[in-house]
């Protein structure tokens, strides 16, 4: 789903720009209402895992492979103001560092992948819950749904902008039955990674996972006419934070280190619709080619398996890095705040 430079015309991609620096923009404000001491350490974690597992490509099809876009994730486990943070941090470390996705693309890939799968998927997420019994496997369920559902969004508003400002003379039905299409087994793909990932961090600490505070949530109590909360006790914790955060930066560089050597080789879907229906034909070199870490291997380390190695476990760090010290920034700028204090 990574857009390359010159798939979408300037003036479309200046205008993805301009929304996604709003998104940004309002994300930042909103993500201060998320985040406290206990969830900023575990959102550039997020980031960090979002980015390892986007190097393991799936099969889905013949020819075609599919890989986590994290948008749901993301939004579920932070808070949806904070993953479309997580997210765009990710996307801005692979466009820079690896040459992954075009840098004049970066609005688009911020808008699709980013905005719209974490609106998407965490209003699909919202909706589910309120109709789902308050328990940790409704939360698990409504994961699978929202992820699920948030990747073929994505194609969709993928071929939308192509309608807009696509460069070449492609059918916008054949576009849009191909995007749809395999973006709809790749959304299998993402429900599963993203409600094992939920489950699991619910069920050791279901009090730093953002989709899961209504279970939280406390009877109410009518006191002289007047609902108030019941006092409830603490959250039972299977491990402490600073486990969980190890715990997970391992996987992440376990995965992105190692797991990732073996994933598909084939083209993810949407290079394999831009190759079939000849949507590349005018794609640019990226301005970042030359980048030591480009296509995620290291140059001149002249082994397959140790370049992408290393290159996985540069990027995981360097993205939990950067989205540590966003969180942490915005973590500070709400302290002291009158919502805070009181």
């Known amino acids: 789903m990574h857009v390359p430079d010159g798939f979408i015309d ?3 991609s200046a205008v993805t720009a301009v929304v996604a620096a709003g998104a ?43 890989h986590l876009l994290g948008g749901a994730l993301a939004a579920i486990l932070v808070g949806p103001y904070t993953g479309v943070l997580c997210v765009s941090v990710v996307l801005l470390m692979q466009g820079i560092l690896f040459a992954d996705g075009g840098l004049t693309a970066l609005g688009v890939n911020i808008t699709d992948m980013a905005i719209v799968t974490t609106v998407v998927a965490y ?27 948030s990747v073929p969004a994505a194609a969709v508003a993928f071929t939308l902008l192509y309608a807009v400002g696509g460069t070449t003379d492609v059918s916008l039905g054949k576009v849009a039955t191909a995007m749809v299409g395999v973006h709809v087994l790749i959304g299998v793909g993402e429900a599963v990674i993203t409600a094992l990932t939920v489950g ?5 600490r279901p009090d730093l996972v953002h989709g899961a505070r209504e279970l939280r949530q406390g009877l109410k109590l009518r006191v002289n006419g007047v609902l108030v909360d019941a006092p409830t006790a603490p959250v039972a914790a299977r491990t402490s934070r600073r486990a969980l955060w190890v715990t997970g930066l391992v996987t992440s560089l376990v995965l992105a280190g190692f ?6 080789a084939d083209p993810d879907g949407l290079e394999k619709v831009a190759h079939d229906k000849g949507i590349d034909t005018k794609v640019e070199e990226h301005a970042s080619a030359d980048s030591p870490l480009a296509d995620y291997g290291v140059r001149d380390v002249s082994d397959a398996r140790l370049s992408g190695g290393l290159a996985g476990v540069i990027g995981v760090g360097t993205t939990v890095v950067a989205g540590s010290a966003v969180f942490w920034a915005v973590r500070r ?7 805070e204090a009181h």
């Open 10 to 12: 300037a003036p479309t």
């Open 24 to 66: 940004l923009a309002v994300s930042l404000r909103g993500a201060r209402r998320e985040l406290d001491e206990r969830t900023a350490p575990l959102a550039g974690l997020v980031a960090a895992f979002i980015f390892a597992v986007q190097m393991l490509n799936f099969p889905v099809a013949a020819g075609t492979s599919g």
């Open 123 to 149: 209003a699909v997420f919202r909706g589910l819950l309120k109709v789902l019994p308050r328990t940790r496997r409704s939360v698990t369920a409504a994961s699978f749904v929202a992820a699920l559902l």
């Open 333 to 339: 700028r709400r302290t002291g705040t009158p919502s």
């Open 200 to 204: 699991a961090v619910v069920a050791v």
């Open 259 to 264: 797991v990732s050597f073996y994933a598909s």
